[in-house]
């Protein structure tokens, strides 16, 4: 039988911190390296579509269809972006998902449950989270195995970061038992900065304390590499580009090309449960 994907939500409630840029960039990169992969737009922005040159509310299936009472066959809401990567993009409709589906029981679990129908279609799907940790981004939760988060060195982040794995801990104690926080990623990042450095030394203390206690972010670790500020990382989606399409030899193109192959380290160090269980 084949194995489950691996799923990963790309998680910060602080807006502006490189979710968007590195669900795409590190799911380009995950695909090149033959990983078949799917990114999916939970952010009523849509700006993960935007990197592909698709527009919001062109009249195409979206992530807001599997939250209607009839959903579509999530197949009809996959759009091919390049090989190996495919992505379900979002609509400003999402933003209404919360307030309508309140009263409704199985609001938490509808992408779960949308995600199960395509067991054996991808290796690893990529979750890009609206900032916040309302009714969208614990639908990413209760639907993963893992979270990654995005985050930059500075100043509170750290606080930040705790209340995140806070809703990490609720959601794995309640709906989803299985999920683990398993890296950080620094975007924006730059290492010449002594304040930065010092808050890298905060975040990597804070997660050793962790190493031996019960929680789901015990083996959590700073990935590697830093993503280095990068502008072409920020003019690729003008041009509804990646960053392999737009730049594949600039800074941001390679820290993303180093960074999947710590994540696919990691995977094959971590052989994951549900595999196990085939
Ligand atoms: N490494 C980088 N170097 C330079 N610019 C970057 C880098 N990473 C992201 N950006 C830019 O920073 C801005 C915020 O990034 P991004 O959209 O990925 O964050 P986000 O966390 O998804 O934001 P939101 O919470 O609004 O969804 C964007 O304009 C993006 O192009
Ligand atoms: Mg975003």
């Not at 939760?141 to 500075?154: I, K, R, Y």
């Not at 509804?240 to 390679?254: E, L, M, Q, S, V």
């Amino acid at each position: 039988m084949s194995a489950a994907p691996r799923i990963v939500s790309l998680l910060n409630q602080k807006g502006g911190v490189g979710k968007t840029t590195t669900t795409v960039n590190l799911g380009a990169a995950l695909a090149a390296a033959g990983q078949r992969t799917l990114l999916v737009d939970m952010d009523p922005q849509s700006n993960l579509s935007l990197h592909f040159g698709v527009e919001a509310d062109e009249g195409r299936a979206s992530s807001t269809a599997l939250f209607s009472s009839e959903p579509p066959d999530i197949e009809a809401c996959i759009v091919e972006g390049r090989p190996n990567l495919s992505f379900i993009p979002a609509d400003t409709e999402l933003a209404l998902v919360e307030g309508e589906l309140a009263g409704r029981q199985d609001v938490q679990t509808v992408l779960r449950d949308a995600l199960a129908r395509l067991r054996g279609r991808f290796d690893a799907i990529l979750i890009d989270c609206p900032p916040g940790l309302g009714v969208l981004s614990v639908n990413a939760l209760t639907a993963s195995g893992e979270v990654f988060v995005p985050m930059q060195a500075q100043y509170l982040a750290l606080r930040g970061l705790e209340k995140l794995l806070g809703t990490v801990q609720l959601v794995a104690a309640g709906l989803n038992p299985e999920l683990v926080c398993s890296g950080v990623i620094l975007c924006m990042h730059e290492s010449l900065s002594s304040h930065g450095k010092a808050v890298v030394e905060e975040i990597r203390s804070h997660l050793e304390q962790f190493r031996t206690a019960d929680v789901p972010w015990r083996d959590c670790r700073l990935l590697q590499p830093p993503i280095r500020r990068n502008v072409k990382l920020a003019e690729a989606p003008s041009f509804g580009k990646t960053i392999f399409d737009y730049d594949p030899r600039c800074p941001g193109a390679d820290d993303y090309r180093r960074l999947a192959e710590s994540v696919l380290a990691m995977w094959a160090e971590r052989v994951a449960p549900a595999a196990e269980r085939g």
